[in-house]
T-cell receptor, first 113, second 111 residues
Framework: EAGVTQSPTHLIKTRGQQATLRCSPI?????VYWYQQALGLGLQFLLW???????NRGNFPPRFSGRQFPNYSSELNVNALELEDSALYLC????????????FGDGTRLSIL | QKEVEQDPGPLSVPEGAIVSLNCTYS??????FMWYRQYSRKGPELLMY????GNKEDGRFTAQVDKSSKYISLFIRDSQPSDSATYLC???????????FGDGTTLTVKP
């Protein structure tokens, strides 16, 4: 069974640009979660999508947004990039409404120059 | 104050040592407790998952949960150089949704 896949592996942008990160969940999983992991810190919850709807949002500004597609894959969009947005962005998935632990991809490292 | 506090480390031990990693939490709604291992440039990998207070063992790993004290631990027996990684504790409530993570403890096991 393929795990959670994320693309691209690494993304380099400059301040003010926009970034799009992509995630494909484990087959059969309908919930997708996005987390930000800044250098040396734990994971900060960004967004939760389930069945195409945004279910919960962390304490991040509106320039962080996303969507979930009918095949349950997901995009995270970050507008007006700032230097402090440099981080590893991790995607996780579970079955819908499942309290089983989240399974993570290897992330997209976003570097802002 | 953070909902989850994790012993910061870093931790350096000789091969074969017993390692203890610890987290405390303040939110009584947390019912599910996880430990993840994260290697450099990789995503977190689930090691242990527990629901109730008590101990759960899996090979060289033992997870311990004390809900009355709001304290969880991960013990690694006979530690190996391949155990060198960052260990993250995580918790969530009964409603499906986000997990709350500690900041991680970096472990180095020296041959």
């Amino acid at each position: 069974e393929a795990g959670v896949t994320q693309s691209p592996t690494h993304l380099i942008k400059t301040r003010g640009q926009q970034a799009t990160l992509r995630c494909s969940p484990i087959s059969g999983h309908t919930s997708v979660y996005w987390y930000q992991q800044a250098l040396g810190l734990g994971l900060q919850f960004l967004l939760w999508y389930d069945e195409g709807e945004e279910r919960n949002r962390g304490n991040f500004p509106p320039r962080f947004s996303g969507r979930q597609f009918p095949n349950y894959s997901s995009e995270l969009n970050v507008n007006a990039l700032e230097l402090e947005d440099s981080a590893l962005y991790l995607c996780a998935s579970t079955y819908r409404g499942d309290v089983q632990p989240q399974h993570f991809g290897d992330g997209t490292r976003l570097s802002i120059l | 104050q953070k909902e989850v506090e994790q012993d910061p480390g870093p931790l350096s031990v000789p091969e074969g040592a017993i390692v203890s990693l610890n987290c405390t939490y303040s939110n009584s709604a947390f019912q599910y407790f996880m430990w993840y291992r994260q290697y450099s440039r990789k995503g977190p990998e689930l090691l242990m998952y527990t629901y109730s207070s008590g101990n759960k063992e899996d090979g060289r790993f033992t997870a311990q949960v004390d809900k009355s004290s709001k304290y969880i631990s991960l013990f690694i027996r006979d530690s190996q150089p391949s155990d060198s990684a960052t260990y993250l504790c995580a918790m969530r409530g009964t409603n499906a949704g986000k997990s709350t993570f500690g900041d991680g403890t970096t472990l180095t096991v020296k041959p």
